[in-house]
């Protein structure tokens, strides 16, 4: 049997601390022994873009996901798609998942994850793009520390407010006042032109940029990333597809290697930093599974055969 796990299932069994949690272990462990997860992307004769996560694989979890995604900027929601969770003894499909849900989840949590590694005790986060994954950085940087005072600007002026009224924030005009407001600063945007330059940055000031996870997506400046040490989740995917691309750079480490200790992160208070991921089949596996479990325990969600 199959279970298909909608929106509102996953958000009902799902808890961000566990997912936080989750997530840091994954970044520890997910290089060793594991086959290397593929990101495809490709363009459709409609307005958006396919992509394919293959296989999320964890250590010590026996199971692995699939998962495809429809990216439509001008739909709402504009990420659309589903995981599969397969057993990994024999195949089964396991789940049908919902995967933007999962996805904002993922994404923005292993964002506030970074954010916090990187930058440390945040009390006050610059946000720039006020959508589902950044509602999911706030969340998770709550978790990890609270309270937290919020600074927003979004290109939809409703949207930027009622996103300021559920975390108690104020609304600025432009991605600039935000940086110039705060110390951290959370990009989350479909920009194709940077929104930020070294100019408009400061020595010591974190930026985690979650919008450049596909060619030509830019929310930061070559100036600003030349300036910056640059953290990622994956350093091959960084330079094809994230936010090295076109500036012609290498990161200075991923999330994993500073988790580990292998590098300090941040190496000096007046260092600039940037967390800039892509995202990983592994992190969608952490979550689904996660999510599988605590549904399977709580009765949650609906079952089929799809073989029948």
């Known amino acids: 049997m199959t279970l298909l796990l909608t929106r509102g299932d996953i958000e009902g069994v799902l808890d961000p601390a566990a997912c936080l949690d989750a997530l840091r272990e994954g970044f520890r462990t997910a290089a060793e022994a594991m086959p290397a997860g593929q990101r495809i992307r490709t363009d459709l004769p409609f307005p958006g873009t396919a992509t394919a996560l293959v296989p999320g694989l964890l250590p010590g979890i026996e199971a692995y996901t699939v998962k495809v995604n429809a990216k439509f900027p001008g739909a709402r929601p504009a990420l659309r798609g589903v995981i599969c969770l397969h057993s990994g003894r024999d195949g089964e499909l396991l789940a049908l998942i919902d995967s933007a849900t999962v996805t904002a989840w993922r994404t923005g949590l292993a964002a506030a994850l970074g954010t916090q590694v990187l930058a440390g005790a945040v009390d006050a986060l610059g946000v720039v793009g006020a959508g589902a994954q950044a509602e999911l950085t706030v969340q998770g940087l709550k978790a990890l520390r609270s309270p937290l005072d919020v600074v927003v600007h979004d290109t939809d002026g409703e949207r930027a407010a009622e996103f300021a009224a559920r975390h108690g924030g104020r609304v600025v005009g432009s991605a600039a006042e935000v940086a110039a407001a705060t110390d951290t600063v959370l990009l989350a945007t479909w920009s194709r032109e940077p929104l930020l330059h070294l100019a408009d940055t400061r020595p010591g000031q974190h930026l985690t940029s979650l919008g450049a996870d596909e060619p030509g997506k830019r929310e930061l400046g070559a100036d600003l990333l030349e300036a910056a ?80």
């Open 229 to 308: 040490s640059v953290i990622v989740d994956d350093r091959d995917l960084a330079g094809t597809m994230g936010v090295l691309a076109e500036a012609g750079l290498t990161a200075d480490a991923t999330l994993g290697e500073v988790l580990r200790g292998d590098h300090p992160g941040r190496a000096d208070a007046t260092d600039r930093t940037v967390y800039a991921p892509v995202g990983l089949p592994w992190q969608d596996l952490a979550l689904a599974w996660a999510a599988y479990g605590e549904a399977r325990r709580r009765r949650v969600g609906r079952e089929v055969d799809l073989l029948a």
